[in-house]
């Protein structure tokens, strides 16, 4: 039944659709479908390949590449870092500035200990108790260089210490010097060195304490009484690092390669090294030499003795003679002297030879010495000895020269007295421009002077005798006994 209230809506059906007719596919659009779809998957796979880092198990999305100029207004700049130095690398540093110091031996030459440079100029630290053995030596260093040492730059032997000064050296590396008045117990130190001939060593240790010498053991303080004679009050860096012969003069540093001080003993029985601390040698390079002065100006007696015996010849004495000629006899250095002590103790030992007590060795080599020897005398002989800036110059360095046990002497002298004494003859010498007095003994073939003569005199202070006359006991006048080969009376 209808709704009265709605009226029934009449709806007309949809027109009738035609049936879809499928389009039949053919062979070859098949083909052309698939060759397009391959191609788009090509491309996708070599963009996927491009961009993903393939290095590995697992790959990895790449970093896309950028050209430079977007990369630079797009990336923020960022400091390159240093590559870190070596823990190490001041300590290796420092070990550059040590020198192994060489000497003549019996097998030639040989260690005799170490130094450290402390100027580009080419001065070396070292210990005084090395140096004055020394008549002649070399410095050399890790990497091979050679340089022969000039003389003492300053000398120190009350803290045992020398600056040796090396030949024709510029713009070496120098350690650096530092004081550290708070340097602390268990502090990393080093000592570079050459124990028992290991070459350039390095030891390993730590502070144990800073000690003076008057609060050293008694029986260290006599040692360090025998080493340094009554030398200061020292300060000592007390370590542990292993010392041995050969590490004598070289350094004791610190993490930063900075010398603290220059180890010097060791107290085997409580096992520490000793190294006088670094003041003592900054001190002493602010008061050098007015000049260079030589090994042999304060080598031991028994060093000069042993290198004048083991370096007498006469090629060697022929080769100072040459020298001294073309100086003409005018030393103007204390190098240039030497060479005239050489010279002095050699006519000496040719004439009177067991002066220098010689040995069979030196034996075999007298009889051409003399020979030389005369060629030398000879020439002195002719020469005219009347310059008094000449006379002054030499006598100042002879008046040095002149206490000095086994020294070859070469001075000008006036004649005051002969004197007589136990059956034995000698003149009372006077050195010209002082009032320094040497006693000269008279040997059986020396012409006999005058008293008044002035003389050019050749001779040695062999064993460091002396004689003391006059009215005052309690000032008496000492003269330093000479043996004398030449005397040659001036116009």
Same mark, same amino acid.
């Given at each position: 039944?209808?709704?009265?209230?709605?009226?029934?809506?009449v709806?007309?059906?949809?027109?009738?659709?035609?049936?879809?007719?499928?389009?039949?596919?053919?062979?070859l659009? &098949?083909?052309?479908?698939?060759?397009?779809?391959?191609?788009?998957?090509?491309m996708l796979?070599?963009? !996927?390949?491009?961009?993903?880092?393939w290095?590995?198990?697992?790959?990895?999305?790449?970093?896309?590449?950028?050209?430079?100029?977007?990369?630079?207004?797009?990336?923020?700049?960022?400091?390159?870092?240093?590559?870190?130095?070596?823990?190490?690398a001041? #300590?290796?540093?420092?070990?550059?500035?040590?020198?192994?110091?060489?000497?003549?031996?019996?097998?030639?030459?040989?260690?005799?200990?170490?130094?450290?440079?402390?100027?580009?100029?080419?001065?070396?630290?070292?210990?005084?108790?090395?140096?004055?053995?020394?008549?002649?030596?070399?410095?050399?260093?890790?990497?091979?260089r050679?340089?022969?040492?000039?003389?003492?730059?300053?000398?120190?032997?009350?803290?045992?210490?020398? #600056?040796?000064?090396?030949?024709?050296?510029?713009?070496?590396?120098?350690?650096?010097?530092?004081?550290?008045?708070?340097?602390?117990?268990?502090?990393?130190?080093?000592?570079?060195?050459?124990?028992?001939? =290991?070459?350039?060593a390095?030891?390993?240790?730590?502070?144990?304490?800073?000690v003076?010498?008057?609060?050293?053991?008694?029986?260290?303080?006599?040692?360090?009484?025998?080493?340094?004679?009554?030398?200061?009050?020292?300060?000592?860096?007390?370590?542990?690092?292993?010392?041995?012969?050969?590490?004598?003069?070289?350094?004791?540093?610190?993490?930063?390669?900075?010398?603290?001080?220059?180890?010097?003993?060791?107290?085997?029985?409580?096992?520490?090294?000793?190294?006088?601390?670094?003041?003592?040698?900054?001190?002493?390079?602010?008061?050098?030499?007015?000049?260079?002065?030589?090994?042999?100006?304060?080598?031991?007696?028994?060093?000069?003795?042993?290198?004048?015996?083991?370096?007498?010849?006469? +090629?060697?004495?022929?080769?100072?003679?040459?020298?001294? @000629?073309?100086?003409?006899?005018?030393?103007?250095?204390? @190098?240039?002297?030497?060479?005239?002590?050489?010279?002095?103790?050699?006519?000496?030992?040719?004439?009177?030879?067991?002066?220098?007590?010689?040995?069979?060795?030196?034996?075999?080599?007298?009889a051409?010495?003399?020979?030389?020897?005369? #060629?030398?005398?000879?020439?002195?002989?002719?020469?005219?000895?009347?310059?008094?800036?000449?006379?002054?110059?030499?006598?100042?360095?002879?008046?040095? !020269?002149?206490?000095?046990?086994?020294?070859?002497?070469?001075?000008?002298?006036? =004649?005051?007295?002969?004197?007589?004494?136990?059956?034995?003859?000698?003149?009372?010498?006077?050195?010209?421009?002082?009032?320094?007095?040497?006693? =000269?003994?008279?040997?059986? +073939?020396?012409?006999v002077? !005058? !008293?008044?003569?002035?003389?050019?005199f050749?001779?040695?202070?062999?064993?460091?005798?002396?004689?003391?006359?006059?009215?005052?006991?309690?000032?008496? &006048?000492?003269?330093?006994?000479?043996?004398?080969?030449?005397?040659?009376?001036?116009?």
């Amino acid at each position: 039944m209808s709704n009265p209230l709605r009226p029934t809506e009449v709806r007309s059906a949809p027109p009738a659709q035609p049936a879809l007719v499928r389009r039949r596919r053919t062979l070859l659009g &098949t083909s052309i479908r698939a060759f397009c779809s391959l191609v788009v998957l090509l491309m996708l796979g070599l963009v !996927a390949w491009a961009n993903i880092d393939w290095d590995g198990l697992w790959p990895r999305r790449k970093v896309p590449l950028v050209p430079a100029s977007v990369a630079e207004k797009k990336t923020p700049s960022k400091s390159i870092e240093a590559v870190p130095a070596h823990p190490n690398a001041a #300590i290796l540093e420092a070990q550059k500035s040590v020198v192994l110091l060489q000497a003549d031996g019996p097998g030639g030459l040989m260690g005799v200990g170490a130094g450290i440079v402390i100027d580009p100029s080419g001065l070396v630290a070292t210990s005084y108790h090395l140096s004055s053995d020394l008549t002649s030596a070399q410095a050399r260093f890790q990497d091979g260089r050679i340089f022969a040492i000039a003389g003492y730059a300053a000398v120190d032997p009350g803290n045992d210490l020398a #600056i040796l000064q090396l030949q024709n050296a510029a713009g070496l590396s120098a350690a650096t010097l530092k004081t550290d008045p708070g340097l602390k117990p268990l502090a990393n130190v080093f000592a570079i060195g050459h124990p028992r001939g =290991v070459e350039f060593a390095l030891r390993d240790g730590r502070v144990s304490r800073t000690v003076r010498t008057s609060e050293l053991s008694a029986l260290s303080q006599r040692f360090i009484h025998v080493l340094a004679g009554n030398g200061p009050d020292h300060l000592w860096i007390q370590h542990s690092a292993v010392l041995s012969e050969g590490n004598s003069g070289g350094p004791l540093v610190n993490e930063r390669g900075e010398v603290l001080g220059i180890n010097t003993w060791i107290d085997r029985q409580g096992g520490f090294g000793y190294a006088l601390d670094v003041a003592a040698l900054i001190s002493l390079r602010e008061r050098q030499l007015a000049e260079v002065a030589p090994l042999e100006a304060y080598a031991t007696q028994e060093a000069r003795r042993k290198s004048l015996v083991l370096n007498t010849s006469a +090629k060697q004495l022929q080769s100072f003679h040459e020298q001294a @000629q073309a100086m003409r006899w005018r030393p103007n250095s204390g @190098q240039d002297y030497a060479v005239l002590q050489k010279i002095a103790w050699m006519v000496t030992v040719a004439n009177q030879p067991e002066v220098a007590a010689a040995g069979d060795e030196l034996n075999e080599r007298l009889a051409e010495l003399a020979r030389q020897a005369d #060629i030398v005398t000879a020439q002195l002989r002719r020469e005219k000895w009347n310059d008094v800036g000449q006379i002054t110059i030499l006598n100042e360095y002879a008046a040095i !020269a002149i206490p000095r046990p086994a020294t070859g002497v070469v001075f000008f002298g006036t =004649v005051e007295r002969q004197v007589e004494g136990g059956g034995k003859r000698a003149l009372l010498v006077k050195l010209a421009g002082f009032e320094q007095r040497v006693l =000269v003994p008279l040997a059986s +073939k020396l012409h006999v002077p !005058a !008293a008044g003569a002035q003389c050019l005199f050749l001779g040695i202070n062999d064993q460091g005798q002396t004689v003391s006359y006059g009215d005052n006991p309690l000032q008496p &006048t000492v003269a330093p006994v000479i043996t004398a080969a030449v005397m040659v009376e001036m116009e």
